[in-house]
């Protein structure tokens, strides 16, 4: 076939990252497929597109709009931009020179989508002489791949002596180091957030729905600048509160005696906020207030030990060890029969980015990492969840520094003790 090929002459419009950081990122992501072995990136994934093209404004609500990207190893190489036909003056926004266009079928994206992309991967390939190589896309858990499955078995039977493997090794340990500007973001995404988790607090009141509440907070996130809010999860107790990640309801009313939990932010320009707060409709219970307590301690011991050099086991270790040191190893031990050993993530432009912070996870904090810390204890140390009357935790978002550590989410932001109305 013939490759429908544009050479971009107009670059960096509205981009994502300056000309100097996409470069820095594109020479880490080719130093890790040295290391593991890739000679090619095909990322499809929104976040990681946006990530290694600098391309943010794209439909990507629509699944059929693929916008992929492909990176050799090889730097003599061109990367390469696919873009469906009539969709690359988005791509003036990336600094990549290299744009190849492929069709959509009659009928636009209502009918089968994906041929022509399949047929203009593969001629790119063998033009680069890459289509008996090892390449690298997502694959694993941790990705949700920006293609259809239709379109993924396609390309293996078009390039059967390609090589596919997860680029989960190759991509993370590159996304986990913010630049300072990734920073500045999460920092601000954080602020914004802290405010509308104080603003509902401030308003909560008796009869408001959770729904009500959460509407408060995210008014007053987009009021200071939010960019997005696609995470915020809420539930009062005590019909409510063993329900995680929760979506607030109209129907759930908050009465005197509610123990609600937060968790969620919005984003800033692309980059999360996840923390975690509660309040009170009256005052806690001895007891709340009490096993609320040793799950602070669990998440203070966390944040305490984080530096560079600490293995993300070692965070995990130190807010279990408060738990027992709190009088309830039983809980600990069960938690883990269970395989509940994880007790946060990293967090960037997606919610929950690896490596993550686990039980014997033997990877190493770094400089201008961001994690999230979140133990969990449950009412008296009871266990399994769904046997007990209340769950607590404390979530907060930390910077890992060249000598220790910030919480972005300060107390100063909005206090870690429990909200009381």
Not at 162 to 167: G, L, N, S, Y
Not at 309 to 327: F, M, N, P
Request: net charge negative; proline share 5%; hydrophobic share 40%.
């Amino acid at each position: 076939m013939q490759l429908k090929i544009t050479e971009q002459q107009n670059k960096g419009l509205f981009a994502d990252c300056t000309r100097e950081e996409h470069e820095r990122r594109i020479a880490r992501l080719r130093e890790e497929m040295e290391r593991e072995g890739v000679d090619g990136l095909y990322l499809t994934q929104e976040t990681n597109v946006r990530y290694a093209s600098a391309m943010q404004d794209v439909a990507w609500v629509i699944h059929a709009y693929f916008y992929t990207v492909f990176i050799p190893r090889d730097d003599t190489l061109p990367m390469a931009l696919f873009v469906p036909n009539g969709g690359q003056i988005q791509t003036q926004a990336s600094w990549i020179d290299t744009v190849v266009r492929w069709d959509f079928p009659p009928g636009f994206y209502m009918g089968k989508v994906g041929d022509s992309l399949i047929e203009s991967l593969g001629e790119w390939l063998r033009k680069l002489e890459l289509d008996k190589s090892t390449i690298a896309t997502e694959m694993s858990a941790h990705f949700r791949l920006g293609l259809s499955v239709e379109v993924l078995d396609g390309l293996r039977d078009a390039l059967p002596d390609v090589t596919w493997r997860d680029c989960g090794p190759v991509v993370w340990p590159v996304r986990s180091i913010k630049s300072d500007e990734e920073v500045r973001r999460l920092r601000e995404s954080v602020r914004i957030s802290c405010l509308g988790i104080k603003a509902g607090f401030e308003a909560l009141a008796e009869g408001m729905s959770e729904r009500d509440l959460v509407n408060v907070m995210c008014a007053r996130m987009f009021e200071e600048g939010g960019s997005e809010i696609k995470f915020t999860s809420l539930y009062a107790g005590p019909d409510r509160v063993l329900w995680a990640d929760a979506t607030p309801r109209r129907e759930m009313k908050i009465n005197p005696g509610s123990l609600i939990q937060f968790d969620g932010g919005c984003t800033y320009d692309g980059y999360y906020t996840d923390i975690k707060r509660f309040a009170s409709l009256g005052e806690p219970t001895e007891d709340q207030r009490r096993f609320y307590d040793i799950a602070r301690a669990a998440e203070q011991a966390a944040i305490d030990v984080v530096k560079p050099g600490v293995t993300y086991g070692e965070v995990y270790e130190a807010s279990q060890q408060a738990i027992r040191d709190a009088g309830y190893p039983e809980f600990v031990e069960r938690a883990q029969s269970f395989r509940w050993t994880s007790i946060g993530h990293n967090i960037g432009l997606d919610l929950h980015e690896m490596p993550g912070i686990a039980k014997d996870n033997a990877a190493v904090l770094q400089p201008n990492q961001v994690i999230c810390i979140e133990p969990f204890f449950f009412h008296d140390g009871g266990f399994p969840i769904w046997t007990v009357p209340n769950k607590y935790g404390c979530e907060d978002q930390v910077l890992v520094t060249e000598t220790g550590h910030e919480v972005l989410s300060s107390d100063d932001l909005v206090s870690r003790d429990i909200w009381v109305v």
